[in-house]
């Protein structure tokens, strides 16, 4: 599995021109599923998701994790995080988990999320054309993919 992290001030998702999900400040994360990746995977990337340490206490530092300043999360899937692009210029996908599995995963992801920070993250639709906004604060951006842990 690989997601990006970008903490926000504001995020949301729009399907077909409509509203469908938005944040205040908090995190926007992408989450990409691997052929191979696991429940166990989802587990420990919303583990570091919820103990990231990457919003500002009162001298600055990023110090403070999701949970501690009351900000919330905007998981969004996006197979298109698995693209390999080391052979010639058009993306190829074969990396990315398919259909019901990807999906089972994800949702595994978004409920450990809910169960470390006590609030179900704000999500899209698993497969739909998605428009996604966001400001990034910072900007910080974190990648983490659990290709580095094995």
Do not use: W
């Amino acid at each position: 599995m690989k997601i990006v992290i970008q903490r926000v001030t504001r995020a949301s998702v729009s399907i077909a021109g409509e509203l469908h999900s938005a944040i205040g400040p908090g995190m926007m994360v992408l989450v990409g599923v691997a052929v191979g990746d696991t429940e166990a995977n989802a587990r420990y990337l919303a583990a570091k998701t919820a103990a990231l340490r990457i919003f500002n206490d009162d001298n600055g530092v990023m110090n403070l994790s999701i949970g501690q300043t009351g900000g919330r999360i905007l998981a969004v899937s996006q197979f298109t995080l698995l693209a390999a692009t080391r052979k010639g210029n058009r993306p190829s996908y074969i990396n990315a988990m398919k259909g019901d599995e990807a999906k089972a995963i994800y949702q595994a992801y978004c409920t450990e999320l809910e169960r470390l920070t006590g609030h179900a993250p704000a999500t899209g639709v698993f497969g739909a054309d998605m428009q996604v906004e966001l400001v990034n604060d910072g900007p910080v951006t974190i990648i983490i993919d659990t290709d580095e842990n094995r």
